[in-house]
C-alpha cells in the first residue's frame, strides 16, 4: 500500500480490516482461506454488525486488496453476499444563519477552520494541512494541495476570514520565530521533498496554518511538527502556545 502512495487513512482502514478478518476466522491465515470465508464476513458485517453498505464495501475492498496484490489470489465472484441496505436519507444542510450561529459560539483556531471549512468548502484533514504559502490574500484564494484523489485545487478564500487569519498567522510567527530561536525541529515533509529542500522544514511559507502543541514522529518516522490534529483543536494549552 505505501509503494502504491495509498494515504495514511487508506492505509489504517484496510490493515484493520484485514485485521478483523483474520480474528473473525480464529486467527486462519488468510492462504488457507478464500472466497467463502470472505462471503461469510462480509454477510456477517451486514446482517449481524447492521453496517452501512459503503462500511460493507471498504472492508470488501481492503480484502480484495489482500487477496490480489499481496497473497496473489483471484477470489471468486460472490454473489451469495448479503448486501447492506443503502440508506436513503436526506441531508442535513444549515442555513448560513444556523451555519453563523455555530461558528459564533467557537473561537481561536477552532474558530478559523470551521469558517474555512464553510467559506472554502475544504474538508476537514484539508483544512488542517494547509501551510502559509497555500494564502493567497491579495487574490482571495487558497490552494489545496493533494485533496481527495491526490488532486491540487484553487478555491476561494472567504473576506470574512481575511483579517482573523492575518492576525493570526502575525501569532503564529511571532511563535515560529521563538522555535527558530531554541532549535526546535521544522515541520514534517515527505521524505523525497524534504532530500530536495532541506531547507524548507524549518522556512516559514512551509509551516503550517494550523500546527500541533507537539513535536511527533510522522508517518515516515522523521522527527517534526505536524499539522493540528482535530482532537487537539479545541485544547487550552494550544491556544495559549499560538
Known amino acids: 500500500m505505501r509503494l502504491r502512495h495509498f494515504s495514511l487513512r487508506t492505509e489504517k482502514a484496510y490493515l484493520g480490516w484485514i485485521r478483523r478478518f483474520i480474528h473473525f476466522h480464529g486467527r486462519r491465515h488468510p492462504r488457507e482461506m478464500g472466497g467463502p470465508e470472505v462471503q461469510e464476513f462480509l454477510s456477517h ?99 489545496v494541495r493533494n485533496g481527495k484523489g491526490g488532486k ?7 473576506e470574512a476570514v481575511v483579517v482573523p487569519l492575518r492576525q493570526h498567522l502575525a501569532r503564529l510567527y511571532r511563535w515560529y520565530l521563538r522555535e527558530r530561536q531554541q532549535s526546535a525541529p521544522g515541520v514534517s515533509l515527505p521524505p523525497a521533498l524534504r532530500r530536495k529542500y532541506p531547507a ?20 515516515h518516522r522523521q522527527a517534526g511538527r505536524l499539522s493540528y490534529l482535530s482532537a487537539l483543536l479545541c485544547h487550552p494549552s494550544t491556544r495559549e502556545r499560538l
Open 45 to 143: 458485517l451486514a446482517t449481524v454488525r447492521d453496517v452501512s453498505a459503503s462500511t460493507q464495501n471498504q472492508g470488501l475492498q481492503a480484502l480484495l486488496f489482500l487477496y490480489r496484490h499481496v497473497l496473489k489470489v483471484e477470489l471468486p465472484w460472490m454473489d451469495s453476499v448479503v448486501r447492506a441496505r443503502r440508506s436513503r436519507r436526506l441531508p442535513v444542510v444549515l442555513t448560513p444563519q444556523e451555519a453563523n450561529r455555530v461558528i459564533s459560539h467557537l473561537e481561536g483556531a477552532s474558530r478559523l477552520v470551521a469558517q474555512l471549512l464553510y467559506g472554502s468548502g475544504l474538508r476537514l484533514m484539508e483544512a488542517l494541512a494547509l501551510r502559509t504559502k497555500d494564502l493567497e490574500f491579495e487574490r482571495r484564494q487558497l490552494i
Open 152 to 158: 491540487d485545487r484553487v478555491t476561494m478564500l472567504p
Open 200 to 219: 524548507a522544514p524549518l522556512s516559514w511559507p512551509w509551516q503550517y496554518v494550523f500546527p500541533s502543541a507537539t513535536v511527533c514522529a510522522g508517518r
